[in-house]
């Protein structure tokens, strides 16, 4: 049994986690929080693309007080980011939060842990806890000789039970480190020590190329061990491009169903048409339509039915055209400029 299965259900907003619930996607606006404008359409595109969950930072009063503005115009539960005002913590709740992250590290002395813990409680707001490598405290360096696996999930831990101490334990848990073999065994050290959700990612993972090789490397390990049940993938780069990629790690893992999967060749000698944007227009082209299938861009009439047929519907090319095949059967010849619109057209009708 994967040890998210006996993780704690957790309410954000109405999205449920833990308790085997199925992994919730979640990315970070990098828009000012306090220009509502901009952050409630970077939002608007983030839940268009698959975002279950958004962190806007809340770093001063004008950013805390927009949450309600954006609250009232987003679909999605909002997680305030606290660095290390407690005030704004209390003020991001009060002005609906669904969810704070905060490293009680950074918050400072015990009360005002408590202040910010009272405010969760009486609101039945969950906490995230987070750690980062970056942030691990002196003396577990010292103890650890450095950044290690056991002295992140300690000082997790450490952090939770002050939490606790107060008398609450509506609680998440990240423990993030850009280095990804260290933090995928922090998350197992740490899945055998508590059983309270898991928000996974790996940290300063980088741009778009760096980023999504580290991210589905991390991530596919921690999940493939049954930990995780939230994800963010962290890319230098547009939002909606992290919620792409964790979409693709959940389908490829098997942890989530839905949505079309494109396969398409490398290209070789044999390719005579414009195979590889064709690709790249198709996985964009399909992201509206929410069918479970499989789409074969294929580069060639001689390997490229056989692939195709495998598909629930697929391309192959010739020169200046491609067959388009469904189900098995060539069903069209189709110029190569139309092949696009051919498939598309398939896809608005499909049965
Ligand atoms: S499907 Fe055809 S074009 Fe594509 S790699 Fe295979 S042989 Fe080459």
Redesign the pocket.
Known sequence: MAYRDNTKVVHIGDKVIGGGNPIMIQSMTNTPTEDVEKTVSQILALEAAGCDIVRCTVPNQEAADAIKSIKSRIHIPLVADIHFDYKMAIAAMENGADKIRINPGNIGSKDRIEAVVKTAKERNIPIRVGVNSGSLEKDLLEKYGGVTAEGLVESALDKVHIIEDFGYDNLVISIKSSNVMLCVDAHKKLAEKTNYPLHVGITEAGTLYGGNIKSSIGLGIILNEGIGDTIRVSLSGDPTEEIRTAKMILKTLGLRKGGIEVVS???????KIN?IGLANDVEKMVQEFPLDIKVAV???A???PG?AREADIGVA?GIGEGLLIKHGEVIKKVPEAELINALREELVNWK
């Open positions: 060749c490398p290209t070789c000698g044999r390719t195979l294929m580069g060639c001689v390997n490229g692939e090319g």
